[in-house]
Structures are given as C-alpha cells and as structure tokens.
C-alpha cells in the first residue's frame, strides 16, 4: 500500500503536468481550425449565413490527428456549403427573373438575396412571388385608371367637337 501511495503521488503531478500540455495543445489546435475556416470563408466568399455553418469539430482537435486533415476537411465542408449558397442564389435570380417577365417595374435581384442573411430560401421565393403579384395588381389599377382617363377625355373631346360644330353650323 505504500508502495502505491509512491507511486500515486508522483503520477498524480505528471499527469496534471500532461493535461495542461495536451489542454495547451488542442486550444492550439482550435486556433488553427478557426484560422482554417476564416481562410476558407475568405476564399470562398461564404455569406454569414452559410460562414456560421463552417465550425470547429471535435476531431479537429485530436492530439493525433494532423493539419493536413483538418484542411482538407474544412475545404470539403466548405464547398458543400459554397454550392448550397450557389444554388440559392441561383434560385433566388431565376425566382426574380421569372417575374420580372411579368411586370413593368423591374425588381432588383441582389435584394432578395441579401435577405438570405435572415430567411430561409423558400420564404424569400415566396415574398417575391407575392411582391409581384401586389406589383401586377397596381399595375393592372393603373392601366384600367389610364383607360378610363382615355375614354373620358376621348368622350370630352367628341361633346367639344359636337359642340364646335354646331356652333359654326
């Protein structure tokens, strides 16, 4: 038994003495990740939205584990996420394209896809369709309001004809 109080006593401290070198170890580790990532999301030119989706996993930070590794996997993570943004983005553009088609006032692509940043994808395909169909709607009011001006103007200028006409008659 005093034996093993030995020998505990002297392991206890090596082993405390080893866990702040490995603790020390994978927070350099997670600063590496991070810088990782940042380049990535720089290289890449994520949005936020998917930047925030690139994060440091727990394997990045196994003692055993190399660098060459974990770039290579926040580089596959980051294109997964950089084509999911393309597509969206595509969406969105063909989504404003498509209505534009439709209406006289144009919108502006590069607004709906900033609100990425805030919504899902199918909220904001939804928000353009509506926009355009409230766009459509005035539109059509104005239409009609500028017929109904032409008709009347066309009826006052037919009474001033008829008017004139019996006049010098």
Known sequence: KEL???IENVEKPLQAGIDVYDNEKRD???KQAEDFIQKEVNELQLRPEFASKLVVKDFY???SGTQKEV???IRKEGMLLKEAQDNNIQMIKTAVNAVNATISTPFNEEEFIRMLDHYEL???VNNINN???QVREAERRVKEAAELRAKEEAKK???EFV???FQAA
Request: charged share 50%; proline share 0%.
């Open 61 to 63: 930070m196994n003692l």
């Open 4 to 6: 093993i109080s030995i």
């Open 131 to 133: 926009r355009a169909e």
């Open 122 to 124: 199918q909220e904001i």
């Open 71 to 73: 770039k290579e996997d």
């Open 28 to 30: 350099k580790r997670r």
């Open 163 to 165: 008017r004139r006409a």
């Open 157 to 159: 200028e037919g009474q």
